[in-house]
């Protein structure tokens, strides 16, 4: 499930000239990703594999990373972007069942992006907003002290709104 991405030439192009700079200094790896995140909006498979051709890393190696680090994503991201916290004090507030509810309304398994390219659903960890718990955001709107019900209006708003 989730949108497949098209990759252009001229993106590529570019990727390969980022590429070609950052080998001249040490831990190519790192801008790399970068660059690929934001010429592509995601580092998937596919551009994985550019990378781990021209820089000789596994692309074991370039997947942990992607995934590690929450400033990557494999696939592109949707108009919309739900976060829902699991950090610790989230969690025991609750904040699976309001993952549950949003995984439910948009039929998605938390880490991808509707079809339709409209919404990107996401856990994080603690947001710093322990005192609000349990949150999730909606573009970036912090929702504090919520629970199933506030994320079925946010979604009913976010497609209101449409
Ligand atoms: S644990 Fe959710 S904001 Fe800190």
């Not at 309001?98 to 439910?104: A, C, V």
């Not at 947001?127 to 999730?136: K, R």
């Given at each position: 499930m989730g949108v497949k991405l098209v990759l252009k030439d001229e993106q590529v192009a570019e990727l390969m000239e980022c590429m070609k700079k950052h080998k001249q200094k040490p831990g190519p790896l790192m801008p790399t990703l970068h660059d690929a995140q934001r010429i592509f909006g995601c580092v998937p498979l596919e551009v994985q594999r550019i990378i781990s051709k021209e820089l000789g890393e596994t692309i074991s190696k370039i997947n942990g990373v992607v995934t590690f680090y929450s400033r990557f994503t494999i696939e592109p991201t949707g108009k919309h972007v739900i976060n829902v916290c699991l950090g610790t004090a989230c969690y025991v507030k609750g904040s699976q069942l309001?993952?549950?509810?949003?995984?439910?309304q948009l039929h998605l398994q938390p880490?991808?992006?509707s079809d339709d390219g409209e919404f990107t659903l996401g856990a994080t960890r603690?947001?710093?907003?322990?005192?609000?718990?349990?949150?999730?955001t909606v573009d970036g709107n912090v929702y504090g002290q919520a629970n199933p019900n506030?994320?079925?209006?946010?979604?009913?708003?976010?497609?209101a709104a449409k």
């Open positions: 309001i993952l549950d509810e949003f995984s439910n880490g991808h992006t603690c947001i710093g907003a322990c005192g609000l718990a349990p949150v999730f506030m994320a079925k209006k946010a979604l009913a708003d976010l497609k």
